[in-house]
């Protein structure tokens, strides 16, 4: 089945750690996104990616980090210098051009503990 | 710059009545999609409707329409007949269809239908 998984559903860290989520797609889609969505509110962009080992700020990029080395994989570092990194992360996938719908993962909830 | 606006931060609605959630957007690209999504309490994103910019026609599917107006900048979604099962987050998004290719959102209507 065709899909993108985020793993893992749940995370905890602790303050001053580094942590990071992954996401796979196996859609064959250039374009790959990274949320941030906090309790009842809309969902805000970290970082995006539309090819291989390029990647773009999103609007609340700082504490965070990402790689795209291949292009199935879009994995998200929070970093310790993300002071507030409790929150429900989804990532996204796309292809380019004309297209009709954005697929997303099943979310990852991080809690700083 | 690209930018979603949804208005009506949560909304209550009769079973069975049609209703409506806003959404403008602003963007100078000229070529670009309109998107909605549903997000019951679980979290996961359902995809509902798309709309092109240059589709000439509203787009429908089943019981979700978008009542585009492009001079208006607008893209209203319209849900005819609400089911309890419908009470959720929803969310605008839109992307430029060429270029930066950003998929951005609004910030989301919690809908409500009451029994």
């Known amino acids: 089945d065709g899909g993108i998984t985020q793993s893992p559903k749940y995370l905890f860290r602790k303050e001053g750690q580094n942590v990071t989520l992954s996401c796979e797609q196996n859609l064959n889609h250039d374009a790959m996104y990274w949320y941030r969505q906090d309790p009842g509110q809309g969902l805000r962009l970290i970082y995006y990616?539309?090819?291989?080992?390029?990647?773009q700020k999103g609007d609340i990029a700082e504490g965070y980090s990402v790689s795209r080395e291949k292009k199935e994989s879009f994995p998200l570092t929070v970093t310790s210098a993300q002071k507030n990194p409790t929150a429900f992360y989804l990532c996204?996938?796309?292809?380019?051009?004309?297209?009709?719908?954005?697929?997303f993962g099943q979310g990852t909830r991080l809690t700083v503990v | 710059a690209q930018k979603i606006t949804q208005t009506q931060p949560g909304m209550f609605v009769q079973e069975k009545e049609a209703v409506t959630l806003d959404c403008t957007y602003d963007t100078s690209d000229p070529s670009y999609g309109l998107f909605w999504y549903k997000q019951p309490s679980s979290g996961e994103m359902i995809f509902l409707i798309y709309?092109?910019?240059?589709?000439?026609q509203n787009a429908t599917e089943g019981r979700y329409s978008l009542n585009f107006q492009k001079a208006r900048k607008s893209a209203n979604l319209v849900i005819s007949a609400s089911q309890l099962g419908d009470s959720a987050m929803y969310f605008c998004a839109m992307r430029a269809n060429f270029g930066n290719e950003k998929l951005t959102f609004g910030t989301g209507t919690r809908l409500t239908i009451i029994p």
């Open positions: 996204a996938s796309q292809s380019l051009g004309l297209v009709t719908e954005a697929f």
């Open positions: 990616s539309q090819i291989v080992n390029d990647f």
């Open positions: 709309q092109g910019s240059y589709d000439q």
